[in-house]
């Protein structure tokens, strides 16, 4: 029997699933941390998937490594590259999604994550991500430790 999902969070049957990448989730994949679970390893690496990441998680890590929290990047200008070479689709942030992002209830205060949010809402996607606190909207999640 499987343990209870959380709030938001769908079933992982085979299907094909459009996954938008938390950012910590692409930077994980990068660094192949063990934090990926072997589920969750296997959507992102099935070809079947279509998987995106988030221009503003461009934003994210490139802030992050230029503050110097990031040593996994010679420079910041190697990320969009990185998202090809993975296999991986460029998702744009348009002005419709940081409207949506603005309208969301105040859960989560981290700005980066209610645009990710706003975006796997408003593409119909499933956002692979190990932030429980975004369990708290109405948004389709998977954990990445799955």
């Known amino acids: 029997m499987s343990p209870p999902k959380a709030a938001g969070e769908v079933s992982i049957a085979k299907m094909k699933r459009r996954l938008l990448l938390d950012t910590h989730v692409f930077i994980w994949w990068l660094a192949d941390s063990e934090r990926i679970g072997p589920k969750a390893r296997a959507l992102i690496a099935d070809p079947e998937n279509e998987i995106f990441v988030s221009g503003i998680s461009g934003l994210e890590i490139s802030m992050k490594w230029s503050k110097g929290q ?65 369990n708290q909207y109405v948004v389709r999640t998977l954990s990445v430790s799955a």
């Open 70 to 134: 990031l040593e996994i990047f010679d420079g910041a200008d190697e990320l969009e590259p990185l998202v090809e070479l993975c296999g991986f689709e460029h998702l744009p942030v348009t002005f419709s999604h940081g409207e949506q992002s603005g309208a969301l209830p105040h859960h989560h205060r981290d700005p980066f994550d209610r645009i990710l949010i706003a975006q796997a809402q408003a593409e119909g996607m499933i956002l692979l991500t190990d932030d429980g606190q975004i």
